[in-house]
T-cell receptor
Framework: AQTVTQSQPEMSVQEAETVTLSCTYD???????LFWYKQPPSRQMILVIR??????QNATENRFSVNFQKAAKSFSLKISDSQLGDAAMYFC???????????FGKGTRLHILP | DTGVSQDPRHKITKRGQNVTFRCDPI?????LYWYRQTLGQGPEFLTY????????KSRLLSDRFSAERPKGSFSTLEIQRTEQGDSAMYLC???????????FGSGTQLSVL
């Protein structure tokens, strides 16, 4: 069975600094997708970034980038120039290729210190 | 297009009562998903629809739970004879296609007393 593990329940970062959130996963599949979702206090899950496993290049979206290490089954999220609006729960997630079901980790709560 | 809408936002009920939640996906999205999120956990998959067909159900979805999506538009999730363990946030999401971005609603927070 596929699993997603986020070992950091909470993290804090100073505004304008850089922070990295960790995620590891377990799968025997070779084709899959990995995601980072953000859940602010409004509760609405928002896709931050997506990575296709067959792509070696790490995905980036503005201030957000990932470090995808397929062999190590590691998928960390780096947030540069942290802003107050980045404060939220961040969930790492996995989806097998051609499967509709997304498997989420337990989340990391990120605090931004002014 | 206002996104995925869920109603109600909060529901408090007594154990043993039936509850029904509604989800209105983004129009023209043919895939609709239900997830459940308990405190301190990430969302867990419950079921999904492609148009009006319910194609997969999680083992988490006991026979007290039923979901429908008549005419492939809005969806309802009903829980019969609620138990305290059903207390959670129920999230709905929709997408145009499997490879397209998934959009979530703000969830229905259920508290069973």
């Amino acid at each position: 069975a596929q699993t997603v593990t986020q070992s950091q329940p909470e993290m804090s970062v100073q505004e304008a600094e850089t922070v990295t959130l960790s995620c590891t996963y377990d799968t025997s599949e070779s084709d899959y997708y990995l995601f980072w979702y953000k859940q602010p206090p409004s509760r609405q899950m928002i896709l931050v970034i997506r990575q296709e496993a067959y792509k070696q290049q790490n995905a980036t979206e503005n201030r957000f980038s990932v470090n995808f290490q397929k062999a190590a089954k590691s998928f960390s999220l780096k947030i540069s120039d942290s802003q107050l609006g980045d404060a939220a729960m961040y969930f790492c997630a996995y989806r097998r290729f051609r499967d509709d079901k997304i498997i989420f980790g337990k989340g990391t709560r990120l605090h931004i210190l002014p | 297009d206002t996104g995925v809408s869920q109603d109600p936002r909060h529901k408090i009920t007594k154990r043993g009562q039936n509850v029904t939640f509604r989800c209105d996906p983004i129009s023209e999205h043919n895939r609709l998903y239900w997830y459940r999120q308990t405190l301190g956990q990430g969302p867990e998959f419950l079921t999904y629809f492609q148009n009006e067909a319910q194609l997969e159900k999680s083992r988490l979805l006991s026979d007290r739970f039923s979901a429908e999506r008549p005419k492939g538009s809005f969806s309802t999730l009903e829980i019969q004879r609620t138990e305290q363990g059903d207390s959670a946030m129920y999230l709905c999401a929709s997408s145009l296609d499997l490879e397209e971005k998934l959009f979530f609603g703000s969830g229905t927070q259920l508290s069973v007393l």
